[in-house]
């Protein structure tokens, strides 16, 4: 609802809405039974004051997250929203524009290393957002004439490479004639006293390339859902949605892995060799254990995998984890009531390029399988049909199993059947990962931070609970609430949060005014000479 003023507007949210009618409700009946002297009309029933906080499970805050909305609806608008995007800004088109034309051309860069798959990609995958935000194309960085994983994925073609776009330069001779150098402004998003992201109209950016560093989770390109300036606010708002209804919002991440990527030849090969002609499995199991033996994670994901594949008829379940040993415990109780599938790639004789084995020092981290091996289990989870099951030793829906459900769950929404997907992402909890609540669910890049702070019930017995598939990157919605760490965070980048998540936007635009503004760029294509 909005209350209107005589010179500004209001907003509150529905969160903050019930809980203000719960605090007005308590005084009221304390400010009563002061002036009666005690003594209460009869028939009065009196509430009790509250011992703590209202809470709720991890099902119950799935359950309004992601139950029963309309995301599906959205998700087809995103769908279009990319496709027509790509087919104006994308590389097939811009690159056969005249010279004067082309020479206007804007850019977003997208760069990556070859660490973990789940943080570099989202790097990627923030740029595609943000060059749909801005109208701008899509440039995906290469190192040593190599896209990142390049030798697991094949990227689509709408995007540049930076050599592609220096030769263009050159080739139309945009320096020149018309006197425009090719220069890369960076906005470093792990530096929050000099990024711009909530302070800055990207939109009237004159330099031809922006690259957004350091986007290593749904996060980063979340933030622009508050930026202070109307247009940025409008642009991320189309493709995120309303933050305060998470049940409505798009499948943002699958929707742009659908279209952006695919797996290599050897590397579907692979995955072909797994299905083994069979059917599609109809359920992925992700387990991130990081090499330890957790008989309660097991049994928990257990129940959860029992209680998913209720009316299913001869299940195919695909287990992927960094440890071997939870896949070899698994697998014996799945017997019998579902068909296992699970890759073993020593028994694969197929020819991945590339495949080295994985760093030692990383395999505490990424397990002891070589690299490829997690590429392999990707794009196999991600031919899901049913749902993703996630769990884990500590924290719970890592961005790998984030990028295997919104793939999955894109695959699944057909445009022309027009209705909602049957598509689950799902978060398997034991119970001791929920002695103190959800709070132990550090770190931006899992799915549950932004549920994790006071509004998450203690002591919570083990819970299967429907996860939203686009990443919550604020504190909006009902139940969501942040962890003391976060508050302190998200005053680095000018935010004031109170306990229940809410924010106050006038101390945001007090800080940006008083923000010295801070522009670094790279020359790429400066007086006639390109680096």
């Known amino acids: 609802m909005r209350l209107r003023r005589r010179h500004q507007s209001l907003l509150i949210s529905p969160k903050t809405f019930?809980?203000?009618?719960?605090?007005?409700?308590?005084?009221?009946?304390?400010?009563?039974?002061?002036?009666?002297?005690?003594?209460?009309p009869a028939g009065t029933t009196v509430l009790p004051p509250p011992e703590k906080p209202?809470?709720?499970?991890?099902?119950?805050m799935g359950k309004e997250a992601v139950g029963g909305g309309d995301s599906w609806k959205e998700t087809l608008t995103v769908r279009e929203l990319i496709r027509n995007h790509f087919e104006i800004q994308g590389a097939s088109r811009v690159r056969l524009l005249s010279p004067d034309q082309f020479c206007k051309q804007n850019f977003v860069m997208g760069k990556a290393s070859e660490a973990g798959f789940g943080n570099e990609m989202y790097k990627i995958l923030t740029a595609a957002a943000l060059s749909i935000m801005l109208n701008r194309s899509l440039i995906i960085g290469q190192t040593r004439g190599k896209y990142p994983f390049g030798d697991y994925i094949s990227y689509a073609n709408f995007s540049f490479t930076l050599k592609e776009v220096k030769h263009l330069w050159k080739k139309n001779d945009c320096v020149g004639k018309f006197g425009r150098h090719l220069i890369m402004r960076v906005d470093d998003f792990e530096k929050p006293s000099e990024t711009n992201v909530l302070c800055g109209n990207w939109k009237k950016w004159k330099q031809p390339i922006i690259w957004f560093k350091g986007t290593t989770d749904a996060v980063a390109m979340q933030f622009f859902l508050k930026n202070i300036h109307v247009q940025m606010r409008k642009s991320?708002?189309?493709?995120?949605?309303?933050?305060?209804?998470?049940?409505?919002?798009?499948?943002?991440?699958?929707?742009?892995?659908?279209?952006?990527?695919?797996?290599?030849?050897?590397?579907?090969?692979?995955?072909?060799?797994?299905?083994?002609?069979?059917?599609?499995?109809?359920?992925?199991?992700?387990?991130?254990?990081?090499?330890n033996r957790?008989?309660?994670?097991?049994?928990?994901?257990?129940?959860?995998?029992?209680?998913?594949?209720?009316?299913?008829?001869q299940p195919r379940v695909v287990l992927v984890s960094d440890t071997p040993s939870l896949v070899?415990?698994?697998?014996?109780?799945?017997?019998?009531?579902?068909?296992?599938?699970?890759?073993?790639?020593?028994?694969?004789?197929?020819?991945?390029?590339?495949?080295?084995?994985?760093?030692?020092?990383?395999?505490?981290?990424?397990?002891?399988?070589?690299?490829?091996?997690?590429?392999?289990?990707?794009?196999?989870?991600?031919?899901?049909?049913?749902?993703?099951?996630?769990?884990?030793?500590?924290?719970?829906?890592?961005?790998?199993?984030?990028?295997?459900?919104?793939?999955?769950?894109?695959y699944q929404l057909d445009q022309d059947h027009g209705g909602p997907a049957n598509f689950s992402f799902i978060s398997s909890f034991q119970n001791n990962l929920l002695r103190a609540g959800l709070q132990n669910q550090v770190g931006w890049g899992h799915v549950w931070n932004r549920l994790a702070g006071q509004l998450s019930c203690h002591s919570q017995p083990n819970q299967c609970a429907l996860t939203p598939v686009l990443p919550p990157g604020w504190w909006d919605?009902?139940?969501?609430?942040?962890?003391?760490?976060?508050?302190?965070?998200?005053?680095?980048?000018?935010?004031?949060?109170?306990?229940?998540?809410?924010?106050?936007?006038?101390?945001?635009?007090?800080?940006?005014?008083?923000?010295?503004?801070?522009?670094?760029?790279?020359?790429?294509?400066v007086r006639f000479k390109c680096s």
């Not at 209202?54 to 119950?60: D, K, L």
Request: glycine letters at 8%; proline letters at 5%.
């Open 18 to 40: 019930i809980f203000s009618c719960l605090i007005c409700t308590l005084l009221g009946l304390l400010l009563l039974t002061i002036f009666t002297g005690g003594d209460l």
């Open 236 to 291: 991320a708002s189309a493709l995120f949605g309303n933050t305060e209804v998470l049940r409505s919002r798009p499948n943002v991440i699958g929707e742009l892995l659908r279209v952006m990527i695919s797996p290599s030849p050897d590397v579907q090969n692979a995955v072909n060799w797994v299905i083994d002609g069979g059917r599609d499995p109809h359920l992925a199991v992700h387990m991130r254990m990081l090499m």
């Open 477 to 525: 919605g009902l139940w969501q609430s942040p962890i003391p760490r976060d508050i302190r965070r998200m005053e680095a980048y000018g935010v004031k949060l109170t306990g229940f998540g809410t924010i106050d936007e006038n101390r945001l635009r007090g800080y940006c005014k008083a923000k010295k503004a801070i522009t670094r760029t790279i020359p790429i294509c």
């Open 328 to 410: 070899n415990d698994l697998m014996p109780k799945l017997h019998g009531f579902t068909e296992v599938l699970h890759f073993e790639y020593k028994k694969f004789r197929g020819n991945i390029s590339g495949g080295s084995v994985g760093a030692a020092f990383r395999a505490r981290d990424w397990g002891p399988a070589p690299r490829w091996v997690a590429f392999v289990d990707f794009f196999l989870a991600s031919r899901a049909t049913h749902a993703v099951i996630t769990g884990a030793q500590r924290r719970v829906g890592t961005t790998y199993a984030q990028l295997i459900a919104a793939l999955a769950a894109s």
């Open 54 to 60: 209202p809470c709720a499970t991890v099902e119950e």
């Open 294 to 313: 957790s008989p309660r994670a097991v049994n928990a994901v257990l129940n959860c995998i029992k209680t998913t594949i209720v009316g299913i008829q």
